[in-house]
């Protein structure tokens, strides 16, 4: 499996964006997605998840209300859909996907397959 993110950009704080997430290689509608990102000097972190069904999605507390992930098997693609964003959301955001149950959505290792990254940029 393939993982190509992209949607990043350059935005003000308060504005929206759109990351979207595409998979090549073989169909990956059975596994769970999941949005991770990286600022630069912190670790990997992660955003939001969403299990294999569609059925169940799991957000950091810092992105609760105002992101939104989603997915659509027939396209083998999931997204991100960010609003009302702040400086702090400023950083490197990749796309994951694999076999993971739900109590493990929140934990980067969990997950097989890793896109690379785009990078959002929020100015205030």
């Known amino acids: 499996v393939q993982l190509q993110a992209s949607g990043g950009g350059l935005v003000q704080a308060g504005g929206s964006l759109r990351l979207s997430c595409a998979a090549s290689?073989?169909?990956?509608?059975?596994?769970?997605k999941g949005w991770f990102r990286q600022a630069p000097g912190k670790e990997r972190e992660f955003v939001a998840a969403i299990s294999w069904s569609g059925g169940s999605t799991h957000y950091a507390d810092s992105v609760k209300g105002r992101f939104t992930i989603s997915r659509d098997n027939a396209k083998n693609a999931v997204y991100l859909q960010m609003n009302s964003l702040k400086p702090e959301d400023t950083a490197v955001y990749s796309c994951?996907?694999?076999?993971?149950?739900?109590?493990?959505?929140?934990?980067?290792?969990?997950?097989?397959?890793w896109g690379q990254g785009t990078q959002v940029t929020v100015s205030s």
């Open positions: 994951a996907a694999g076999n993971v149950i739900l109590s493990q959505l929140k934990m980067r290792d969990s997950y097989h397959y």
């Open positions: 290689g073989r169909p990956f509608s059975s596994y769970a």
